[in-house]
């Protein structure tokens, strides 16, 4: 919840299937704009390989996807800001 709190756009090191209980919750995880699905793979060295591709492409995806991912930051930053206060 950091990166949120920050105005950070995050990829996420966990668990398999962290990213759809975010989702569930009603945030935005930006996996349409990375290349690996890393939150779908349940072997932990393939999942470290997809997330570590993830980040090394992360600079390239924003360049190319800046505003809608800022948009998702601004979403993500005020449904934690709105779900925090109550």
């Known amino acids: 919840y950091k ?17 759809e209980i975010l989702k569930q919750l ?3 995880t930006f996996e349409e704009y ?10 932990r060295k393939e999942r ?4 570590s591709n993830n ?6 995806i924003i360049d190319i996807h800046g505003n809608k991912i800022n948009a998702d930051i ?5 449904c934690f800001s709105y779900d925090f206060v109550l």
């Open 3 to 19: 990166t949120m709190l920050n105005h950070h756009p995050f990829v996420m090191v966990g668990s398999s299937g962290n990213l």
């Open 26 to 28: 009603g945030y935005k």
């Open 34 to 43: 990375l290349p690996h699905k890393y939150d779908l793979i349940s072997n």
């Open 48 to 51: 470290i390989t997809a997330i």
């Open 55 to 60: 980040i090394l492409e992360f600079q390239n």
């Open 74 to 78: 601004n979403f993500n930053f005020n």
